[in-house]
């Protein structure tokens, strides 16, 4: 019976290499891949999954507006949908990847981000915490050794932003994988940083 799997973890935490190594398992098995990803992340290539440890794919793109359920007829049957950056999908969207679930009984493997820089739900991970089978966090570390579950954004002079947009894509140079309570101490350090100037 096919399932709606949910994998997430913070930045850093190995989730597109999963992704991939998730893909070459079902290949060499003789299946078929949809692998996908949100138009939404471009900083690899429009089209290409990558890992921080070098692996790296060619997926089909998912504009914001498109429907999976018609994307996947487009795309032809396979045996397996894996989906990268998870959360840039709409909640629509995903609704779309539980339908192939139960209606075409399609294992959908979904990998990203749970929350944004400042903590709150990213609208395609909420809708997969409501409707996935399985949920597993992947995890990883912070520079003190805890469990890392913040996605720290950061400046260019390495202070945490607690503003802006939810969406800015970057890598290891614009975010920090940090435990909840080494992101609230840095941020009360600027802070109070900031009265004293």
Partial sequence: MAKLYFKYGAMGSSKSAQALITQFNYEEKGMTVWLIKPATDTRDGADIVKSRIGLKRTAEIITPEQDIVEAYRKAGRHDVVIVDEAQFLSPAQIDGLRWLVDMEDIPVLCFGLRTDFLTHFFPGAQRLMELADSITEIKTICSCGRKAI?????DALGR??????????????????????????KIEEQEGQMTLE
Avoid: F, P
Avoid at 150 to 154: H, P, Q
Avoid at 164 to 185: E, F, T
């Fill in 160 to 185: 945490v932003v607690t503003e802006g947009a939810q969406v800015m894509l970057g890598g290891n140079d614009s975010y920090v994988a940090m435990c909840h309570r080494c992101w609230k101490k």
């Fill in 150 to 154: 913040v996605n720290a954004r950061i």
